[in-house]
């Protein structure tokens, strides 16, 4: 991209490898992910060093966004532990009941255009800047690590290709990767037919097969995700990598049950906005109206 871009090549080309670069942005980011869980590689430490290499590429820190994961596994699905590396979702009962101004900041950050648009934006160059509520001093310390890397990165960039041409190469990849990031964070977990329950009902399996999708993608777009599409299956065991949760779907009959989420159906997510208790089920704004 930086050749192209200095030997006068419209930007527009330059762009078009935006999106190439994007797909193996997002594939770096699953390794991040193995390493957080400890997958990655048998070594703790190698999960480490190379958790926090990636996580500098990917510019999420490392040790804030493994705990906050963590919580995000023990809890999926469970309507009482909602809030912890998650989508904000509302039950049906709770926004009707909501001010007005709740229920339209809940609409707005709701609107594709603000969560798959603006999302990357706020996740991956604002809040991710910062660690969570409750961090450790361990967690709090990587994040100010994370971002001094990433601002000398940025610095030395500058210095050899100039500062705009680093803005303009590196904002459009991180942006593109991030949104294609949310929008698979997003139907891992939202989509028709999942599973949700009041804590003291809750069960760890079904939270697992029924709340995490098995998102099925042509094989070069799985490749370029990781596996990250047998999510149900990562759920159940997030130990395993994702190089071996192929093998995993292919030896297990009970995991190929699952229904799969094909591409045009994961589309109809967008519209799995509130759930609601009664009829068990994920419902739209639009079917408030009636």
């Not at 490392?62 to 999926?76: L, M, P």
Request: charged residues 20%.
């Amino acid at each position: 991209m930086v050749y192209l871009l200095r030997s006068g090549n419209s930007y527009w080309i330059v762009l078009s490898l935006a999106f190439l670069s994007a797909g193996f942005l997002i594939r770096i980011f699953i390794f991040f992910h193995d390493c957080c869980h400890g997958s990655f590689f048998a070594s703790r430490r190698a999960n480490k060093v190379i958790g926090y290499i990636s996580g500098i590429m990917t510019f999420t820190p490392y040790e804030d966004w493994r705990s906050s994961h963590a919580k995000h596994h023990i809890s999926t699905s469970d309507l009482d532990r909602r809030g912890t590396g998650d989508v904000w979702t509302m039950t049906l009962d709770e926004y009707l009941s909501a001010p007005r101004l709740k229920r339209l900041t809940y609409r707005i950050y709701r609107n594709p255009f603000i969560m798959f648009g603006l999302g990357p934006v706020f996740v991956f160059l604002l809040i991710n800047r910062f660690s969570h509520k409750g961090a450790k001093k361990k967690e709090r310390n990587g994040v100010i690590f994370t971002n001094l890397t990433i601002l000398a990165v940025a610095i030395l960039a500058s210095l050899g290709i100039g500062v705009r041409e680093y803005l303009i190469i590196q904002l459009p990849v991180i942006l593109i990767a991030g949104a294609v990031g949310i929008w698979l964070f997003y139907i891992q977990h939202q989509f028709e037919g999942v599973y949700w329950a009041r804590h003291e009902v809750w069960d760890s399996m079904r939270a697992a097969l029924e709340g995490a999708s098995y998102y099925k993608l042509p094989k070069v777009l799985q490749w370029f995700i990781g596996n990250i599409g047998f999510h149900h299956i990562h759920h159940i065991r997030p130990i395993i990598p994702n190089y071996n949760l192929q093998q995993c779907f292919d030896e297990i009959p009970a995991l190929q049950e699952v229904q799969p989420l094909t591409f045009r159906r994961s589309l109809h997510s967008l519209r799995a906005n509130l759930w609601d208790e009664k009829q068990q089920r994920m419902v739209s704004f639009q079917s408030l109206k009636k």
